[in-house]
Each structure stands twice: as C-alpha cells, then as structure tokens.
C-alpha cells in the first residue's frame, strides 16, 4: 500500500513543568495511615500524602495495556511516559516524543521520539517499545484504550512511529496522552505488580489494599520531580476524614455529603469538573433489543419515545436546584456531556420552563388524571428511574429528579441497585449514569448511530455525518465546530430542543481536603473518577 506523503501541518513540542510538595505515609499496624514525614530520610517539603477511595486501586496493577491512566478514569500514568500529553488548556505538548505530523489522506501520524529517554532499568526507549505497546493493547481482550481505529504501528528507525489507521481518526492523539509506554523487553504476566517505565515517577511499593508509594525516577529525562514521595493511601470515604482530623495526611477524597464540616489545619477544595450526570431517553418503542457485547437486551421504551415526553422532561428539570439541594452547592450546571471543553456546545443549554413542559404534554393529547399524572390513550407518562444502590449521591438526585417531574405530571420511580441488575436495562429505561473524559470520543459514542454508549437508540445518518467529519478534520481545533453541529445544526440533533436523547443536569465537583500551606498545581477540568486524575501534574505541587 502506498501512502500519501506527509504534509507541513507538524507539531513541534516544549518540555516539562515540576514542582515542590510534601507529606509520607505508613502503614499502621491496625491497616490504618501513620503520619511518617521523612521518615525515609527524603526532605518534609518533597513529600505528600493523598487519600483516595479504595475504587481507585487499579486492579491488575500499574499496567497500561490493561487499564493504568486509561479507560473509565483517564488519567497520566505517572510511571510510564506518554507520547504527548495535555496541559492545563487542554492543547496537546510532547512527552516522549518531540513532534509529530499527519499525512495528507488523515490516514497516518508520524512521533519522532527524544534520544534521551530510558526506561528505569536503563534501556532507552524505542520506537519498538511504542509499537509493541499497542500492539499488547490490541491483542488483549482485556485492555481499555480504544486503538480500534489503529491498523499497524510501523517503525522506520529507532526514533520514528507510524501509526497506520483504518478511517481518520484525530481523536486519537487524546488516547495518546494518557496511553503509557510499557517496554517490551521487561513486560510480562506481572508487570503490573512490578512496573518498569520512563516517566516521573517509579513503583517504591504496594501494599494492595492499603498504600502506594511512588519515588522520583533517577532515570527521568525531564527535569527531576521536585516532588520525590507520593503515597497514595486507599480508604473508606469516613476513613479518610479520620486521617484528615489525625493529620496523617496531606489530601482526602471527600463528598457533599461530609464536606460541610471544619477541620483544623485543612480547607476544602473543590475542583472543576466534566464528571457528568445525566439520564437516557430511549427514543424508540418498547420490543426491540439492542447488544451489549456479549448481551443481548430489550430496548425502547413506550413513554420515553415520544418526543414531547423527552423535550418536556429536558425543560422540567431545574438544574441549579439540584446543584443547591443535593450537592449543596459543590458542582455545576451541565447541560451537554463535556461542558467547558473546546468541542463543547451553547447550543445544548435550555431554561427551565415547566409551563412550557406541560404545554408540550398538552398539545400532543396527554391529560392530567385526578392523581396529577399525565396519560394518554391509557397510557400513564411513568417510568422507572435506575441508579447503582452504592452512590448515595445519584439515589439523592433520582429521588431529587422524581420530585420535580411529579410537578409537571410525569411519574418517576427511582430503582436502586448493583450494576448487574442496572445493566439489562440500559436501552430500555432511564439510567443515572456518569461520565465525562478530557476527549470529544464520548460524543462520539453516546451519539452516533453505532456508538457504545448510544443507550438511548438514537439513529441518525445527519448526526453520524458531522461526528465522521470532526474525527476526519485535518486538526483537532478544525474538528470543534463539526463536534457541535453533531448535536445541534440548527435544524435537528440530539439536542434539548432538537430529539432530547438524553437530559444532562449536574457536573458533579470533586472535593479535597487540602493541608494548609500545600499548593497544588493549575488542574484540567478532571474526568469522571474521584481519583488520580489529581495527581497528573503532582510534581509541580508546591508547600509555602
């Protein structure tokens, strides 16, 4: 096959931030956090100490090609280097490597890669470290980065990566920023408990199930971390507010629902988010089905597929009421799946106007009944409300969500439950999911006709157009406006006022308890996950 040659739109990238910080952690002898600070003889102010939920605790390890820094919870792998990465802007700078073009037919991307990079074992990184990579990644049926688009990964030289694709796909350079570089010398069955990598950081130790300490790598090519200790401590949500009134750590996770408290030495942080909530609204009747890899589910649902039921639902719901109410005040309005990104759209957002909702109902023949409900034709506008039993905070918002539809007449039984028992449900009743990743993919999958998550069975070949057209545009800054139009061009969409797939309602903010004195460095908005997202740019953390 021949290719195209490679045009003049190239990316040449800057280096490295770092930074100072501090705190280190033990294990008690009762599983719990000791306060340790330079107990390994590493200074005070080169340490910190975070408390994340035990959910966060990868569970094959540190392994890039299963599920490390990709997947569900994105983030920076910490331990292996990148080929590029995202700052703060969301603009894409070089890690491993030191630029990168696009051929003329969209179709291949060439990474020349720095000279100076070695794994923490000494042998330098190669462009066959790169290509075997992906290659474990695409052979494995448990990995989660999405290569599909990825054909080959072709190495001319020792310096130089070609990633042959299968359609236009520039997209793919998000995965690329959170994908770490496994070497395929030292990468076996467990490299996940024993990782070797080129990044800031190396694996000190793991206690499963208790801590994670992270040391500076001597190896790094960038400029040494100022930060030489991270330990990560997993514990329970009230665990973790214990350590925080202990001062055995530095950071804590925390939520709403214990944020509204004082404790000394300590302040609340809240960071912005693209941590999403927001409901499915099939769009078709009830008695089809719809796959799920293996599973094969019933789809439609007989209320939800009329389009005033879905418009009305869109204008019912006040957002800022549940922000206030359940959240008490810790998140943001969210009106579309990656608000605040770049390829995010103004066109998604609608006021609350619960007249207007009712009136919709109305005019397409629904009647109030003597219990308040709406009906038509003997069908009552009800429908079941799914959310995992374990999140105090969504069974808050379905119950919130129940509530301010009963006022418009729609009936709304929240169901909790473990996701097994959610699962089956997917394509047929309204779900309380959460999402939101630093990549405009997930547009991609929650609206295209064939999406993965594209639970509300929402089918049009208008839509699937723009969404091929932004992944096919020559830039990711080129493909922003095709990314919007994907859900409103004026005249249809999945939009609120267009077919209202789905009804989005609350970014939810992530809370830390932060030590005073302890600066942390400028964040992204942080993906869905309540976890290590914090930590991408830890080492330019600072203690005043």
Not at 84 to 99: H, K
Not at 128 to 135: E, G, L, N, P, Q
Not at 496 to 503: K, T, Y
Not at 536 to 544: E, H, L, M, T
Request: proline share 4%; net charge negative.
């Amino acid at each position: 096959m021949t290719h195209k040659a490679l045009t003049r739109r190239s990316f040449v990238c800057g280096g490295l931030a770092a930074g100072m910080a501090a705190g280190l952690a033990a294990c008690a002898d009762d599983g719990g956090v000791a306060g340790a600070a330079g107990a390994s003889g590493t200074d005070a102010t080169r340490q910190v100490t975070i408390a994340m939920s035990p959910s966060s605790e990868p569970d094959a390890g540190f392994d890039p090609c299963v599920a490390w820094g990709c997947g569900e919870h994105v983030h920076e792998p910490l331990i292996q280097s990148t080929l590029i990465r995202t700052d703060a802007n969301m603009e894409f700078v070089c890690d491993l490597a030191t630029s990168y073009e696009c051929s003329d037919d969209r179709l291949s991307w060439t990474f020349t890669l720095r000279d100076d990079a070695n794994f923490s074992d000494g042998e330098p990184v190669r462009s066959s470290d790169v290509a075997f990579t992906v290659a474990t990644i695409k052979g494995s049926q448990n990995a989660q980065a999405d290569l599909s688009a990825v054909d080959s990964v072709e190495c001319p030289d020792e310096r130089t990566v070609v990633f042959r694709l299968s359609k236009p796909f520039n997209a793919l350079l998000y995965t690329l920023a959170v994908l770490g570089i496994v070497p395929e010398h030292a990468y076996g069955a467990d490299y996940g408990k024993n990782p070797v990598g080129s990044g800031r950081y190396k694996l000190a130790q793991w206690d499963r199930g208790q801590q994670v300490l992270l040391e500076a790598n001597p190896a790094y090519y960038g400029e040494a971390p100022q930060i030489e200790r991270v330990v990560v401590a997993f514990m329970e949500e009230d665990a973790a507010l214990a350590a925080v009134r202990a001062g055995q750590v530095d950071m804590a996770y925390t939520s709403a629902t214990l944020a509204n408290q004082q404790v000394d030495g300590y302040a609340l942080e809240s960071y912005e988010t693209v941590d999403s909530r927001g409901i499915q609204l099939p769009v078709i009747a009830s008695g089809a089905t719809r796959t799920d890899g293996a599973n094969t589910y019933p789809a439609g649902n007989d209320v939800t597929c009329n389009l005033e039921v879905r418009q009305a639902i869109n204008l019912a719901i006040d957002r800022q009421a549940l922000i206030d109410d359940v959240l008490d005040g810790h998140g943001s309005v969210a009106y579309s799946i990656g608000d605040g990104l770049p390829w995010a759209s103004a066109d998604m957002k609608v006021e609350t106007n619960t007249n207007r909702a009712e009136a919709l109902l109305t005019d397409a023949g629904w009647s109030r009944g003597a219990d308040g409900v709406y009906a038509r034709d003997g069908l009552t506008c009800a429908f079941d409300l799914y959310y995992p039993s374990t999140d105090s905070v969504r069974q808050a918002m379905a119950n919130a969500i129940a509530d301010q539809l009963a006022g418009v007449g729609i009936e709304v039984a929240p169901k909790g439950g473990a996701w097994d028992d959610i699962y089956p449900h997917e394509f047929s009743d309204p779900v309380m999911w959460g999402w939101g990743s630093n990549s405009p993919t997930d547009v991609y999958e929650l609206y295209r006709s064939d999406g993965n998550l594209n639970f509300a069975c929402r089918e049009d070949a208008a839509t699937d157009a723009y969404l091929d057209e932004a992944l096919a545009a020559p830039t990711v800054e080129e493909s922003y406006e095709l990314w919007q139009k994907s859900e409103w061009d004026g005249e249809r969409g999945p939009a609120p006022q267009g077919d209202a797939s789905w009804v989005w309602f609350a970014n939810v903010s992530h809370l830390y308890w932060k030590r005073k004195g302890l600066t942390v460095a400028a964040q992204k908005l942080q993906p869905h996950g309540h976890g290590w997202s914090i930590l991408n740019d830890v080492d330019a953390w600072s203690w005043a």
